[in-house]
Each structure stands twice: as C-alpha cells, then as structure tokens.
C-alpha cells in the first residue's frame, strides 16, 4: 500500500522523458559488453557534445538494462524539480528546509525477487568495470542508508563499491562524514553498522537523500520527502533493521564490519585520476532485493560531465544560500568543471563594496574544505563560462594586489597534488577596481533577439 496514487519513481521520470522529449534518451538495441562500453559510450557522446540518458537494453548476458548518465546534464534537474534551467541553483538553495516524515509499508515493488542466504550473488547485477584502471567493478550510484547507532536517525550518501566477492563489497567511506562518524562510533561500540545500499530512485529521491548535506541529526529520509512534495513509500528491511524504498529498482542489504579492513581501489575519481585513497572499509551483503523488471542505473564515474554535474549542482545551491546570509549581493555560485567542479568556484556580486569580494572568497572557503581556488567577479561576468571568466580576470585583475594566497589548508583528500591532506588556497579578485572603469561594450536586446531569430530562419535542416 503506497501513499498515493502518483508514485515518483526512476521509471515514471525515464517514461516521461522520453514520452517529451525522445531525442534526450539514446537507446541501444544490441548487446554491448559489461566492462568499459558502457563509460566509452557516455564519454564519447560527451566529446561530441552531446548529454543524453543512455539506455542499454542488452549488456552482456544479464536480464536487466542498464541506465546511465541520466545527471549528465542540467536540464534534466531542472525538469525534475519544475523548474527552469535558470532557476535551478535559486530553487535547490530554498529546498531541504520542509521534511517530509516517510510512511513505512508492507509491500511494495522492491519486494518482487528477494535473495538471502546462498542465493546472494552480486555477479547476478550487471555491475561494471569504468576504467582500465580500477580496481575492479564498482556500484557507482549506490546511496547507502544507515541509522545513527545511538540516535536511529538515518543517514544516506553516496560511496563507491568494489566488488569483492558474491556476498562482499570494498568501500571507502568520505572521511569527515556523517556515516564515517557512525561507523567509528559503532567499532568503539564493538558494533558492525547495518546499511541499505539503494540503486535507482527518482531523481527527487537522489537529490534529498544522496546528494543533500545537512545537519548530522536530520532525517534523510525524511529531507527526500520534503523534495519529493510528499512522503516517501518505505519497507521494512529483510535481513537488518533499516528500512528501504518501496519503489527502489534494487536494494542491496548487508552491514559495515567492525574493525575489519581490506584493500580497496584504485577508482577513477572526479579529478581524473584513479585514485587508491580508502577508508578500505568491508560490506558483507545478506540481501539483494529487486523488482521484477529492474533496470540497473549506473553513474558515469572519473571526470565525466554526469559525476561532475553531482558534485556541481547541490554543491553550488549550499554556496549559494550560505553566502546570501552575510552578502545579498551574490548574483550567481558556479562549480566549474575544469576545477572538476568541487576545487574551484566562480562568485557574481552586484556592485561589491572594497574587500567584500575577498571576505565572500574567505567564507566558501570555510564552508567546503575541498575548494583551493575561489574566483569572484562582477554580475555582468557569465560565471557558467571559464571564457568569461578568464576575460574577467586578463582585464580587471592584478596579480600583486588582487590575489591573495592561504598555505597550509586543510583540502580534499583526493586532489593528487595534496601534501599530506594539506593544500594552498587562492583568492582572486576579478572585479571592477572602481566607478571609473571602462564599461563593457553591448547590444542592445531586441538586435539580438532579431538576430536569433534570422539565424534560426536560414539554417539549413540538421545543422
């Protein structure tokens, strides 16, 4: 029995989408191999320009198709919240706030196939090799649920999964997280850490449970309520006492063994390197849940434009709103990729005041330990464009007076130029010095409206 008729699932969103907009999903008919064609095709069509969902309907010899770079371009988060392209950084800032308390089950979708005991086998999921240089295949796109083990509040985000075995997965925890504080709690507790890895989930679902960052005591359960506008369809966990989405396409349930380590890695990270940092954390799974007609949904991992996107959007909408607090005149936040869209950040301000650019710089800083290099332009500058950006700074910078630099910062553990965790930070002002400056040449809007529309008029067909 779910809590209403209409049911926000990865399937309903994939039906949609291609019902409106059918040239956004690229279907491949014929079988393709497990390892690498998956990612190659991803980032091929990336190379050529292009970001559509990528539906593999026979890999290898598994049963289930596999969905891929749903998240590889922005427009896809701005139809799943409502919104306009424009205004998804402004509507993700406002959301988090409202909870939805989830309802909790009897049934649902997820229970159709369950496999326990000698019947867990993790080589039955079509789960892949990326790169030539992991470590091996590896669950890209598993949100791992996991309850506070003093408080029960549940806690869920993303992490990377080697497969290890039938019934073992490697994983590296994100040190400093909330589930790395549970699990050293639990081990001084003698406790292993019951976890419900969910794979496929309406976007909705993803964007307040995996990809949210709040408090240590919020529900994210709940929080995914608040983004899906209604409350989340649970069941209860088959093997461990952590519930699961009813209307997950897999579930995976196992515990995070105290006191145990195993090498884990390399994977090819965001910064587009393979990266052999890990916690090197064990899972043994007691549980693979699916429904009936599962589709394995995959994230394109290393630098692509679908990881970096996940890491860019939620992360520009936080900068965003925690800056507003002390400078209303923050325009725009911007996670470009070429800073593999979680080192580098772009600010607009409206008209700064003297050294209010620098301030705002300093303040990102102290929000996201992982930024090294924080740029801050007028709100005439498109901070979506290193172009203009890099325009910004060849003609309103000056490298004695405008730059300035933090040694020995904390930073993120997988930037490989690192020194032992520590790294350099640098402000850049870029913004008009004065009044007086020269101001920017333009056109006046209606010139380029005609202009647009004579280019779309006299464009041959298929250009």
Known sequence: ??????????????????????ESIFRISERVNLDY???????????????????LEQVGDYPFPIVTN????RSRYARALGVSEHDLTETWAKLGETVIEPIIGESGPILDVVHTGDEVDLETIPIMKHFTE????????????????????????????????KNRFGVSLHSRRHLWNYVERAENMGQAVPVSIVIGG????????????????????A??????????DLVSGVTIPVE?????????????????????????????YASDRSTEHVIEVSAILHRKDAIYHDIVSGISDEHTSLLAVPMEARMLKVLRQNYPNVTGVAMPKSGTSRMHVYIAMRNPAPGQAKNAAAAVFGEDLSLKLAVVVDDDVDITSDQDVLWAMCTRMQADKDVD????????????????????????????PDDNFPPRHTLPSDAIERAQSLIKKYTPPGV
């Open 202 to 221: 309406h976007p909705l679902f993803i964007f307040g449970s995996g990809l949210w960052k709040g408090s240590i005591d919020a529900d994210e359960y």
């Open 1 to 22: 029995m779910t809590s209403s008729e209409n049911v926000l699932d990865l399937r309903s969103f994939l039906s949609d989408l291609e019902a409106t907009e059918p």
């Open 37 to 55: 064609d998956v990612t190659a095709l991803a980032m091929e069509l990336e190379r050529q320009g292009s970001a559509p969902v990528i539906w």
């Open 244 to 272: 699961a989405p009813a209307h997950a396409e897999f579930v995976i349930e196992g515990q995070i063994l105290c006191d145990v380590r195993e090498p884990e890695g390399p994977f090819a990270e965001f910064t587009g």
């Open 405 to 432: 630099i933090l040694k020995n910062c904390m930073g993120a553990i997988l930037d490989p130029s690192n020194n032992d965790g520590l790294t350099a930070k640098m402000i850049i002002d870029a913004t008009r």
């Open 134 to 165: 992991d470590g091996g295949r590896y669950v890209t796109n598993g949100i791992m649920v996991a309850k506070d083990p003093e408080s029960g509040v549940r806690n869920a985000s993303f992490h990377r999964l080697q497969v290890k075995g």
């Open 70 to 73: 749903l998240f590889g371009s």
């Open 223 to 232: 929080v995914a309520g608040g983004f899906m506008g209604r409350p989340l």
